[in-house]
Nanobody
């Protein structure tokens, strides 16, 4: 049974930083692309960042490019999202997602490529 457990959310002032973690279990972590999505109140879930199974490819939403960094440690079965220069519009529930298929060549940037989801962690950025 695949499980994804996020941690690291919280309340931070604008301009501050947070690091989210997502611990995975239940399958060979290093074979799967991983992503982060977020959902703000009243809005649809949106793509934030993704990283390939090897860690060699990363992609970001334009809204976070240059501020957020996605990384992974395959030895620890964990993916991270370092969030810097946070803005109030980054306020959302952040979800970790695992690709539905192993060894996909290009990490997906839509939710349909992801078959497994964490429970979400709240990030609130105050102005």
């Amino acid at each position: 049974q695949v499980q994804l457990v996020e941690s690291g959310g919280g309340l931070v002032q604008a301009g501050g930083s947070l690091r989210l973690s997502c611990a995975a279990s239940g399958r060979t972590f290093s074979n799967y692309n991983m992503g982060w999505f977020r959902q703000a109140p009243g809005k649809e879930r949106e793509f934030v960042a993704t990283i390939s199974w090897s860690g060699g490819r990363t992609y970001y939403a334009d809204s976070v490019k240059g501020r957020f960094i996605i990384s992974r440690d395959n030895g620890k079965n964990t993916v991270y999202l370092q969030m810097n220069s946070l803005k109030p519009e980054d306020t959302a529930v952040y979800y970790c997602a695992g690709d539905a298929l192993p060894l996909r060549g290009v990490p997906g940037r839509t939710s349909r490529e992801y078959g497994y989801w964490g429970q979400g962690t709240q990030v609130t950025v105050s102005s």
